[in-house]
């Protein structure tokens, strides 16, 4: 690992009313600080209406195929499960695991196709909601508004995840390594974003060819494949992975008393590969294992078992012993990030 210095860069200030007491699930959340007057995010909102755009296409007469469909299926479970979940998640985020650099790497690239932010970005965007979950400065409470939590935060900027600032307070530790350095500098997130779409395409085009297609029909089957490989797939694993944002702080049952409102979602936690168990999540951030019951299938999980007995996955981190047993009061989940101190 190659350790690469950081600028020095100034972050915000954290102000007494910026960490005033939260709202109940029954009272409105002010929207993080120096959101509004709104500035819209217009490459967000450019690039989310235009693959939304793309998926409905997708369905129209000429464009659908059945096999299509199925490589969107399978694309959705398995890059949502490998690149957003265990790698950006659990492996990055939250160091519940460890595993070889090419393997984390790979499913860095992965993740990255999902058109989900940078790993650094993602990170530290997602250890400041721990930090802060369901007070003003969280980037994303639903408590805020179910669209803001689900895409609204999204569509506009927000000053204090201005990325040099986030990055130097959040994501030190992601950034030490040349080839994450190397992903922010590059523009390596528009490069894996338009190189795949070729890649679907020739895929689709060469089966289609093969199996005795004119060069015009394995054209259309191509074009079929890389829609919905890339677009569909795309605004599948994107709505999944919001839906954990917002849906898993409003809707679903507690088995933790915590000190802010994730729930366990039955829903998303079967969509979306174990991450619907949310207040589990929040409970024990650092475990690797976000089922604790015996019902809350949790693939994600069984995935990195997976990987374990094939000697890919090291120093997993599972569920604390003092979660089984009933604690008067709350759990304290905030004012941490929910990973190791260096």
Known sequence: MTTVKLPTAKTAVLTAADCAIPAGADQRLPLPAGVRPFQLNWPNISVIGAYHAAALLAFMPGYFSWSGLIVAALGTHLCGLFGINLCYHRLLTHRGLKCPKWL????VIVAMSCLQETPARWVAVHRRHHQFSDEQPD?????AGFFWSHIGWILVNQPELARLGIYERYAKDILRDRFYVALERNNWLLWINLGQMPLFFGAGFAVAWLSGETPAGAALTGLSIMMFGVFVRTVL??????AVNSL????GYRSHETDEDSRNN??????????GWHNNHHADPRSARHGHRWWEIDNTWLTIRVLAWLGLASDVVTPAAHLAAPRPGKLTTRGTTGVPAD
Do not use: R
């Open 248 to 251: 898993t702080h409003l809707w």
């Open 139 to 143: 980037p994303h409470s639903p408590l």
């Open 237 to 242: 694993v994107w709505h999944i992975t919001w």
């Open 266 to 275: 039955i829903l998303v936690g079967l969509i979306a590969n174990g991450e």
């Open 104 to 107: 984390e790497h790979a499913m």
